[in-house]
């Protein structure tokens, strides 16, 4: 398949982990990009090219990718994490979209 | 500062076409390549096309073929997206995005433009 499986929702404990997957047959082929959107917000990129983060974003924030998934953790998890998160990568000239993520900071 | 802003909201019947304009500063327009995203109310990101502003190359999904197309004055910096034959199900929040070659991510987005059409 061609689409991009994303969990619909992931929730982590105040200052634990969170992973965040994202599935495809062989992503692990291609470069994979996660987004931030808090609501009422333009997205934000998070990561790009599996695991590097822009100026800016928190060293909390890491990203690996291969085989079949894609992963998005966030460490020591703050409550401004909240947000869905969209995985994307690039394909057949073709962008994808993961179906995206809550995360909730209990 | 790389900065994308987009026009402001628009409210058009069914049948109707919309056009969305995307103003970049803070780099070279013609540089890179700019896509279109949307996002329906509650829902998530849905890809509609790109463009190169140095060459005017554009493409497309495969789901708008036909019914959208981008274009750009690279003496304004500005980049649009038009939009035709409206149905209720075009109402959503319209992106454009950078990209920074040669691999195709989104860094800055602008601010998104709501575009709804009343059933």
């Known amino acids: 398949s061609s689409d991009l499986t994303q969990p619909h929702s992931v929730s982590v404990a105040l200052g634990q982990t969170a992973r965040i997957t994202c599935e495809r047959n062989n992503i692990g082929r291609k470069n994979v990009h996660w987004y931030q959107q808090k609501p009422g917000q333009a997205p934000v990129l998070v990561i790009y090219?599996?695991?590097k983060r822009p100026s800016g974003i928190p060293e909390r924030f890491s990203g690996s990718n291969s085989g079949n998934v894609a992963t998005l953790t966030v460490s020591r998890a703050q409550a401004a994490d909240e947000a869905v998160y969209y995985c994307?990568?690039?394909?057949?000239?073709?962008?994808?979209f993961g179906g995206g993520t809550t995360l909730t900071v209990l | 500062q790389v900065h994308l802003a987009q026009s402001g909201p628009e409210v058009k019947e069914p049948g109707a076409s919309v056009k969305i304009s995307c103003k970049a500063s803070?780099?070279?327009?013609?540089?890179?390549?700019i896509h279109w995203v949307r996002q329906a109310p509650g829902q998530g990101l849905e890809w509609i096309g790109w463009?190169?502003?140095?060459?005017?190359?554009?493409g497309y999904a495969q789901k708008f073929q036909g019914r959208v197309t981008v274009s750009r004055n690279n003496a304004l910096s500005t980049a649009y997206m038009e939009l035709s034959s409206l149905r209720s199900d075009d109402t959503a929040m319209y992106y454009c995005?950078?990209?920074?070659?040669?691999?195709?991510?989104?860094?800055?987005w602008g601010q998104g433009t709501l575009v709804t059409v009343p059933s």
């Open positions: 463009l190169n502003p140095n060459s005017g190359e554009t």
């Open positions: 994307q990568l690039w394909d057949n000239m073709t962008v994808l």
């Open positions: 090219n599996d695991k």
């Open positions: 803070g780099y070279s327009f013609t540089s890179n390549d």
């Open positions: 995005a950078r990209i920074v070659v040669p691999v195709v991510y989104f860094d800055p």
